[in-house]
């Protein structure tokens, strides 16, 4: 299992927070998905021999958002 936290860009409400925690979270493989406003990150922890990190930033990316770092 591997716990990722990633710089993202754009969030700035609680319908962000459910847009990106959703997204994420329904990726097969992740087994938690966490955004702290404050900070502008995602928390990610995710098995990655079900998913990719690339996949969970397309998944953020889809919902609007740019990842910036990992």
């Known amino acids: 299992m591997l716990n990722k936290t990633l710089k ?3 969030m700035t409400c609680d ?3 459910s847009a990106v925690e959703g997204s994420v979270g329904s990726l097969k493989g992740v087994d ?3 955004v702290d406003l404050n900070q502008n990150t995602v928390d990610v922890v995710f098995h990655e021999d079900q998913v990719s ?3 969970i930033k397309e998944a953020i990316d889809d919902q609007g958002y ?5």
């Open 15 to 17: 319908h962000c927070v």
């Open 8 to 10: 993202v860009e754009g």
């Open 53 to 55: 990190e690339d996949q």
């Open 32 to 34: 938690k998905v966490k």
């Open 66 to 70: 740019d990842v910036v770092s990992s």
